[in-house]
């Protein structure tokens, strides 16, 4: 199937789509109320659907900046994974940190669908459409490390707002989870299956809609149904969904309960990671990144045992998590010095523990560097 050909054919299902979203009342400004919480209508909504997207809540300087430093890391990824040079022939951008900055994929792949990879949770895969024109052999489908390897990305993990989104949910006493930017050139980016990202909770007697915690998508582009998540509303809520069986009943990818998370840049979306959702491979004009970073509930993580990508033989300590959570202390200090005017993010876990945290060089090298080593997988 050519991407022209799979563009027609999703035609119908994201213009019903954009009908059913626009049903839901889930999307806004940022509000909060008087002991800076989000607002109780914004919290329902959240909650009912599994999803929210705010609007216009990074700045579109800051916007920019984050633009900026995304074009520079494009141009310096490696030809292919494993690859020591750029485009350029140049030396590849990351090579000095422990873990692959950048993962590629042939164009308009779904590269875990139907794999065992990240324990199996994508059991179908996509439609993998053929570009109608030139394509490189491989680009640039997700990359690692953001408070790493972009200025802009710490001080983004330290925004205000965005932690006190995360207290409103997940309690003061929040912790980090991990990040991912997600690239989704035009007519070039892969699709990510049908799937539920929560891996460790579902049979825990304390299992709830919010055991597993959420991930942020910042939006650097806009965004349209095409090229953007696809959720089904209120599926947080069923536990742990036999997804092939679903797929397979339904006869298509298309189910007929999704809707889009379309966005302008600048929104930032949130999404329960026990949501069903996926993306289609990006045969539009849409460029889509996605800065993607999520975070848990404390009592969630603390003795839990690694999942995906790392062993089960690990367990989240109080001293793993401590060390994961200082990455937000210093990306808060981070920011106010790039932001003085704003009033930062009084971060309970790390409270009074502010000079310890200061963003210098000692500390980007024994607190930033290669953080993504501790991240907390459930």
């Not at 920019?64 to 690859?83: E, K, V, W, Y």
């Not at 794999?115 to 895969?125: A, E, F, I, S, V």
């Not at 929040?174 to 990510?192: E, H, R, T």
């Not at 806009?222 to 006869?251: E, F, R």
């Amino acid at each position: 199937m050519t991407s022209r050909q799979y563009q027609d054919i999703l035609e119908t299902y994201v213009n019903e789509g954009m009908q059913r979203a626009e049903t839901l009342n889930n999307r806004g400004p940022i509000r909060f109320d008087a002991n800076r919480k989000l607002a109780p209508d914004i919290l329902e909504a959240y909650w009912r659907t599994g999803f929210y997207v705010f609007e216009g809540l990074i700045n579109p300087d800051e916007t920019q900046l984050l633009r900026d430093d995304m074009a520079s890391l494009l141009d310096r990824a490696p030809i292919d994974n494993g690859a020591t040079v750029d485009h350029k022939g140049r030396p590849a951008f990351g090579q000095e940190f422990a873990r692959s900055v950048y993962s590629l994929i042939r164009p308009l792949a779904d590269p875990w669908g139907g794999t065992d990879k990240l324990n199996g949770r994508h059991p179908t895969q996509m439609t993998q459409p053929v570009s109608d024109e030139d394509t490189p052999n491989k680009v640039v489908f997700l990359m690692g490390g953001m408070c790493q390897i972009m200025d802009s990305g710490l001080r983004l993990y330290g925004h205000p707002d965005l932690l006190a989104i995360a207290a409103s949910i997940n309690g003061d006493d929040f912790v980090p989870y991990n990040d991912a930017i997600f690239v989704k050139q035009p007519g070039l980016g892969g699709s990510v299956s049908w799937h539920q990202d929560g891996v460790t909770h579902w049979d825990s007697p304390d299992w709830d809609e919010g055991i597993h915690g959420f991930n942020f998508q910042v939006q650097l582009y806009d965004t349209s149904a095409y090229s953007c998540l696809w959720v089904v509303p209120g599926s947080h809520k069923a536990g742990k969904i036999d997804i092939a069986k679903m797929i397979d009943a339904n006869g298509s990818e298309q189910l007929p309960e999704g809707v889009p998370l379309h966005a302008k840049a600048g929104d930032v979306t949130i999404v329960n990671r026990q949501a069903l959702h996926c993306s289609f491979a990006n045969v539009s004009k849409d460029q889509r990144i996605s800065l993607t970073f999520g975070f848990h509930r404390r009592r969630s993580v603390l003795g839990a045992h690694g999942s995906l990508s790392e062993s089960e033989s690990v367990v989240y300590d109080e001293k793993r998590i401590d060390d994961r959570s200082q990455v937000i202390g210093v990306a808060i200090d981070a920011r106010s010095k790039h932001y003085p005017d704003e009033t930062s993010y009084n971060y309970l876990p790390m409270a009074g523990r502010e000079q310890e945290l200061r963003f210098n060089l000692e500390n980007w090298e024994k607190i930033i560097k290669d953080y993504n080593l501790k991240d907390l997988s459930i």
